[in-house]
């Protein structure tokens, strides 16, 4: 009989729930400067490093009209995403299967480079909770470990995970990265030229 360790699945959440009203429109739509809509090219990276990706939209966005945007993705729907971040990545972490660890990351931080997202999930097999920092800010993708679902699923409001992250604190593992994209958000169009893509 085998005794082999079976594979570790590593999936990420893209949280793609909101529209972003301080860009002025749907900013998932806007497009990077070599064309590449947002919401597409954070995709892209998380599919080169992860073994399943799960697409967040928000309660009124069309599933099968995201879907078609984002092939070898699954998209749900956050029923409570009105409410805040927390709710939008409580509703998708209900979905994450068999997954081992996940890594969350955000639509509109396009400019996270892949071998940033690779490290963070490197580190997963190692330690519960992967923080990437720049400059010492906290940043994103962040990787949690199969064991603090249960804490995310009962995350509310907008702040996100950042609670999690504060109660784990002595026991997570945060990296330096020489990537300013694990903080660089899109919140106006001029962002959109801002950094450097992928």
Same mark, same amino acid.
């Given at each position: ?10 999936? /990420?959440?893209?949280? #793609? ?17 070599? &064309? ?14 992860? *073994? +399943? ?8 966005? !069309?599933?099968? @009209? ?11 729907? @956050?029923?409570? !995403? ?7 990545? /409580? *509703? &998708? ?20 480079? @892949? $071998? !940033?997202?690779?490290?963070?999930? +490197?580190?997963? #097999? ?9 400059? &010492? ?18 995350? #509310? &409001?907008?702040?996100? #995970? ?5 109660? +784990? ?21 001029? $962002? ?7």
């Amino acid at each position: 009989m085998s005794t082999a360790t079976p594979a570790r699945r590593i999936g /990420a959440l893209l949280l #793609a729930a909101g529209v972003g009203r301080r860009f002025g429109s749907d900013k998932r739509e806007a497009r990077l400067a070599d &064309g590449t809509p947002m919401l597409e090219a954070a995709l892209g990276t998380l599919r080169a490093c992860c *073994d +399943e990706v799960i697409v967040v939209v928000g309660a009124a966005d !069309s599933e099968p @009209a995201f879907a078609a945007r984002c092939p070898g993705a699954r998209v749900v729907r @956050a029923p409570r !995403s009105g409410g805040g971040m927390g709710y939008s990545l /409580a *509703d &998708g972490i209900a979905h994450a299967g068999d997954w081992d660890a996940c890594l969350v990351a955000l639509a509109d931080k396009p400019f996270v480079r @892949a $071998d !940033s997202v690779r490290q963070v999930r +490197e580190l997963l #097999a190692t330690h519960d909770l992967v923080v990437p920092t720049h400059g &010492g800010a906290w940043g994103h993708p962040v990787g949690f470990a199969r064991r603090l679902f249960p804490a995310l699923a009962q995350l #509310a &409001g907008d702040a996100g #995970a950042r609670g999690v992250i504060v109660a +784990e604190r002595e026991r997570a593992w945060f990296v330096e990265l020489d990537d300013p994209g694990v903080l660089t958000d899109v919140d106006t169009p001029t $962002d959109l030229m801002g950094s450097e893509s992928n």
